[in-house]
């Protein structure tokens, strides 16, 4: 119920004193909730001079004011109202809220976090190490995520110590009965209850990789396969067997029976699924300058297989995951060229750009004519028109595909060229 007399709620809530109440508000909720210091208003129309005039007991005839707060406060508690001016304003609108405590609160619960993790270190067997103060230092200039409550950034904190404790405190990572390895769900299970615990992209993740590049004096990768070693480097291994890049007809040399395995699928035109786990043992050594095509959609390495086609193939599964740009950055290293293919639609664009700026890779039927053809093949057949959707990506590799696309509106998958990309993969080089 409110301590307002109704009469008098209805008055103070009136137009000529909304914006006295807006100012006074922010006023102390800026100052402690105290009512001191003073507040003023310009461009007064008739309405809040005469209100004014009213409430403070004066006339004001200008059409600016200052009002002194503890005069207004005075002037509240002596009127029909009966409260001073913070218990009028809560009165009329929501709680105030003391911003200076809300700040202070704030900056003593954000020192908290940090002071945690320095008392959490100094308990720690890594106390008598160097990095673990220049990993506390960097941590603390970086700040809490966006969203990360304190009480939650103290505790994954903590978290953090106990990792990096089990990795590089004096007792270390050895586990003879796996030649001092474990994987990284077994370690996040240990430490954090969670098998999922330091999956890649999490804080803590993030935390525990500083703390091992800090230890290891290397620079943070910006990439998840530089992620991946750095988890080696500390006798982890990370999960390299879910990810897989389709392959096609690859035939590299050598005689260990990964090479084998890889040229018997080619010789039964046979796709293959390769894993990082399978990168770091394979040797791709291929003849010198062989020309490895690349393409967006599985459809397509399904199509070649069917059709016994002879060139080999990358397909980047329409994303182009670590694990793709880790074999093609293998085949590039062995001086393999690479043609590329993927869907006429932006995020197509997109991919091709980074493709072939990346490997030097010639368009493979991308063209501005092989889109405008395709364009009206589909629409000559009936097909149904796929509308081009999203922000224009311009194609490096021809200045007149972007407007060509804008001005037909058509997106076209790889699967509208499938027949001429499949003719292309038959033919010997």
């Not at 004193?17 to 105290?34: C, D, H, I, P, Y």
């Not at 077994?186 to 999956?199: K, N, P, V």
């Not at 530089?226 to 005689?255: H, I, K, M, N, Q």
């Amino acid at each position: 119920m409110s301590a307002l007399p109704a009469a008098t709620r209805d008055w103070l809530t009136g137009p000529g004193l909304t914006r006295l109440w807006q100012g006074a508000r922010k006023r102390l909720e800026s100052n402690g909730v105290q009512a001191t210091g003073s507040l003023r208003l310009t461009a007064m129309n008739a309405q809040e001079r005469n209100d004014l005039s009213l409430l403070l007991g004066k006339p004001l005839t200008g059409a600016a004011v200052t009002i002194r707060l503890d005069v207004l406060d005075a002037r509240l508690r002596a009127s029909a109202a009966g409260l001073g001016l913070r218990q009028t304003l809560e009165e009329l609108g929501p709680p105030l809220t003391d911003r200076r405590a809300a700040r202070a609160d704030v900056a003593a619960r954000r020192e908290q976090v940090w002071s945690s993790l320095a008392s959490s270190l100094d308990a720690s067997p890594l106390a008598d190490q160097e990095w673990p103060r220049q990993w506390c230092d960097l941590l603390r200039r970086a700040g809490v995520p966006r969203g990360v409550t304190p009480e939650t950034a103290i505790w994954t904190l903590q978290q953090a110590v106990q990792v990096l404790t089990a990795l590089l405190g004096p007792e270390g990572p050895e586990r003879p009965e796996r030649n001092g390895t474990r994987g990284r769900g077994e370690l996040a299970a240990m430490t954090t209850g969670s098998a999922h615990g330091l999956d890649d992209g999490t804080w803590l993740a993030r935390l525990v990789q500083r703390g091992v590049a800090l230890a290891h004096g290397t620079e943070f990768p910006d990439d998840a396969a530089g992620r991946r070693a750095l988890w080696r480097l500390v006798s982890v291994t990370p999960d390299e067997v879910s990810s897989t890049v389709l392959t096609y007809g690859l035939r590299p040399d050598g005689e260990g029976w990964r090479e084998r395995a890889l040229r018997e699928r080619a010789d039964h035109h046979a796709e293959v699924h390769v894993t990082p786990r399978d990168l770091h043992d394979l040797r791709l050594q291929l003849p010198a300058a062989t020309l490895i095509h690349i393409c967006e959609n599985p459809r397509v390495v399904e199509a070649a297989a069917d059709s016994a086609c002879v060139q080999p193939l990358v397909c980047t599964s329409g994303s182009g995951a670590t694990v793709v740009f880790t074999l093609l950055d293998a085949l590039a290293a062995t001086g393999c060229r690479f043609a590329y293919h993927g869907d006429f639609d932006w995020p197509g664009i997109a991919l091709a750009n980074r493709v072939i700026r990346r490997y030097e890779a010639r368009p493979w039927r991308m063209g501005t004519t092989d889109y405008e053809h395709l364009a009206a093949r589909s629409q000559a057949e009936g097909i149904p028109q796929l509308a081009l959707d999203g922000q224009p990506v311009d194609a490096d590799w021809d200045a007149d595909l972007a407007p060509a696309m804008t001005a037909l509106g058509v997106a076209l998958h790889e699967e509208a060229t499938l027949d001429l990309l499949v003719d292309d993969l038959s033919r010997r080089a």
